[in-house]
């Protein structure tokens, strides 16, 4: 028994001996004499953008004896402390260097007008810039990064494997050859498991878990026989009714699912009507993708920009609900402009009739499921709401409701465990975030998107109005032709910078980002997830439209709601 206290003695002094040494200490055998002085070192390592700069190495010399070697934490904070000795006093010239890959090492040098003087304490304390430098690691991961963008746009790959394939290959290089030469590693194992922002990751998959139990429940397609028996047989009617209930739905609940549940029903609508069901599924994914833009959770690229900005979901709809409302007008005024006399063709025999069909149909199949799963998502919404009481990222709101409901679902015998952890949580989707956020580090971390930043920051001229015209149009043809996803991951950092450096921008570049993703995703067929989704059922169904065909009716929509936004960003700067 008396040998433990000396076991747990010994391991305190050798972790201490350990911590000291990975603090840049000196050798604890060298005891400093009574003339010593002790060297205090501090500083912040950041970039030109004023970022700061983690797992910089910083090496710190006396004369030419090297006294300390340490890394920049994550904020870039470095802190260095050592002692010399009266001998060493004769020649107090202290010598800094700084240096990581994708960097100009600098070198700081320090004499005693440098350097505060108190109590045989010496003290500096700093902030120190490092200039980038486009070398072989810049290079390489641009290079990778936009291969991903291109495989992904062409579809030539799963846009899961293409991230992975991506990350993989810029974390490989940088411990092979980055190993042997600095200058060509890209990203850390350290680096790239931080860059992940679980708040993202957490809040789709607690929102996929709701949702998957909620399906189970007929709740969509009986909204979609309501709106027709409010409508009584009148199909434009119909129409403002179903995108209105649309554009609210993918405002809360991920537009994909909404669009994968009504499109069944909106199909054997119009064929019970002789009308062709693209003329109402065009609009009702344009309606999707337009209310989605109004929360913080009803589009992935709003999850990344409030995750990142630090938005709250008020703040999302004090910005942005009224201008997807004004742009719903708009789209049914366009509605009736290009398919009105479409749809005035649009008759049935027997109104009554069809509508006791489509309620034996489209029934509610789990009403005590439905009372529970309803109660669950409105107390998990009260939550987003009030966010800013509760200081509470939205993700725990989320898996809150998740695991709640689940539970509920579980005692109740209602649903299959495995079958909602493997089809309603989309794996494929979550992966695909954590890779992407790899990959944005990766070029991040090599100047790439400083270099853009700068670009833009140069073409605008520093002025607001060209910095959110610029932001809002080419964010949304962009989004139009890729993925708004990776493209809206990319941008963050440099709306960030902008926002930073633009007085009048406060959150309005952010606000622009949001528009130009989310709206831009209406542009064609592959702008938007829902798109694809929602025209591959018609499709198999029989109903084929071209890629010309949906851009001729939709991109013109597309070009009116950015204009809308624009005047909308530049004249109330939400």
């Known amino acids: 028994m008396k040998k433990i206290p000396f076991l747990f003695l010994l391991v305190m002094l050798i972790s201490s001996s350990?911590?000291?040494?990975?603090?840049?200490?000196?050798?604890?055998?060298?005891?400093?004499?009574?003339?010593?002085?002790?060297?205090?070192?501090?500083?912040?390592?950041?970039?030109?953008?004023?970022?700061?700069?983690?797992?910089?190495?910083?090496?710190?010399?006396?004369?030419?004896?090297?006294?300390?070697?340490?890394?920049?934490?994550?904020?870039?904070?470095?802190?260095?402390?050592?002692?010399?000795?009266?001998?060493?006093?004769?020649?107090l010239h202290i010598k800094l260097e700084i240096s990581k890959a994708s960097y100009k090492t600098e070198i700081l040098k320090l004499?005693?007008?440098?350097?505060?003087?108190?109590?045989?304490?010496?003290?500096?304390?700093?902030?120190?810039?490092?200039?980038?430098?486009?070398?072989?690691?810049?290079?390489?991961?641009?290079?990778?990064?936009?291969?991903v963008y291109v495989i992904i746009g062409f579809e030539l790959l799963h846009r899961t494997i293409a991230a992975m394939l991506g990350a993989a290959t810029m974390l490989i290089l940088s411990y092979t050859i980055g190993t042997f030469n600095p200058e060509y590693h890209i990203l850390t194992y350290e680096a790239a498991i931080a860059s992940i922002d679980m708040n993202v990751i957490f809040l789709l998959m607690g929102m996929m878990i709701i949702i998957g139990v909620l399906k189970h429940t007929g709740i969509f397609q009986w909204c979609a026989y309501k709106s027709y028996s409010l409508a009584k047989g009148n199909f434009?009617?119909?129409?403002?009714?179903?995108?209105?209930?649309?554009?609210?739905?993918?405002?809360?609940?991920?537009?994909?699912?909404?669009?994968?549940?009504?499109?069944?029903?909106?199909?054997?609508?119009?064929?019970a009507l002789n009308i062709n069901p693209l003329y109402l599924l065009i609009p009702l994914v344009l309606a999707s993708n337009i209310g989605g833009t109004a929360t913080l959770i009803g589009d992935p690229p709003n999850i990344l920009i409030g995750s990142y900005a630090g938005l709250s979901f008020i703040q999302f709809v004090e910005a942005l609900a009224p201008i997807c409302l004004v742009c719903m007008v708009v789209l049914i005024v366009y509605t009736k402009l290009i398919w009105g006399k479409e749809f005035a063709k649009a008759k049935i025999e027997n109104v009554d009739e069809f509508i006791l069909k489509l309620k034996e149909k489209y029934k509610i199949t789990d009403a005590k499921l439905l009372s529970y799963g309803g109660g669950v998502l409105a107390f998990v919404i009260f939550l987003f709401l009030t966010e800013s009481i509760w200081h509470m990222e939205v993700s725990i709101a989320a898996l809150f409701g998740a695991a709640v409901l689940v539970t509920i679902a579980i005692i109740m015998d209602k649903i299959d465990l495995i079958e909602l952890i493997e089809k309603d949580i989309e794996w494929p989707t979550l992966m695909?975030?954590?890779f992407l956020f790899m990959l944005v580090s990766a070029v991040e971390s090599t100047g790439l998107l400083d270099l853009i930043a700068d670009w833009i920051l140069k073409l605008s001229k520093g002025n607001f109005v060209a910095a959110c015209t610029f932001i809002?149009?080419?964010?949304?043809?962009?989004?139009?032709?890729?993925?708004?996803?990776?493209?809206?991951?990319?941008?963050?950092?440099?709306?960030?910078?902008?926002?930073?450096?633009?007085?009048?921008?406060?959150?309005?570049?952010?606000?622009?980002?949001?528009?130009?993703?989310?709206f831009g995703g209406n542009g064609t067929i592959i702008g938007a997830s829902a798109n694809v989704v929602t025209i591959g059922i018609a499709e198999s169904k029989g109903y084929r439209t071209t890629f010309g065909g949906f851009m001729k009716v939709a991109f013109p929509y597309m070009i009116i709601t950015i204009a809308i936004s624009e005047a909308w960003l530049l004249i109330v700067r939400p």
Request: charged fraction near 15%; include cysteine; hydrophobic fraction near 50%.
């Open 432 to 434: 695909f975030f954590i």
């Open 18 to 91: 350990l911590a000291m040494a990975s603090h840049g200490h000196v050798s604890p055998s060298k005891h400093p004499d009574k003339d010593a002085l002790y060297v205090n070192l501090a500083g912040i390592i950041k970039n030109t953008h004023g970022e700061p700069v983690g797992e910089a190495e910083v090496k710190v010399f006396l004369g030419d004896t090297v006294m300390d070697e340490l890394e920049t934490a994550e904020n870039g904070k470095f802190l260095s402390r050592f002692f010399i000795s009266k001998e060493q006093q004769k020649s």
């Open 472 to 518: 809002l149009w080419v964010a949304a043809i962009m989004s139009a032709f890729v993925d708004n996803i990776p493209f809206t991951a990319t941008m963050l950092p440099i709306v960030g910078y902008l926002s930073n450096v633009i007085p009048e921008a406060h959150n309005t570049l952010w606000w622009a980002l949001a528009l130009g993703a989310c």
């Open 236 to 271: 434009f009617l119909l129409s403002i009714i179903l995108m209105f209930f649309t554009a609210f739905t993918s405002a809360f609940l991920d537009n994909v699912t909404t669009m994968l549940l009504l499109t069944g029903v909106a199909i054997e609508i119009c064929v």
């Open 111 to 147: 004499n005693p007008k440098n350097l505060a003087i108190k109590d045989k304490n010496l003290y500096f304390s700093g902030d120190i810039i490092l200039k980038r430098v486009l070398g072989p690691a810049f290079w390489i991961s641009a290079v990778i990064f936009f291969l």
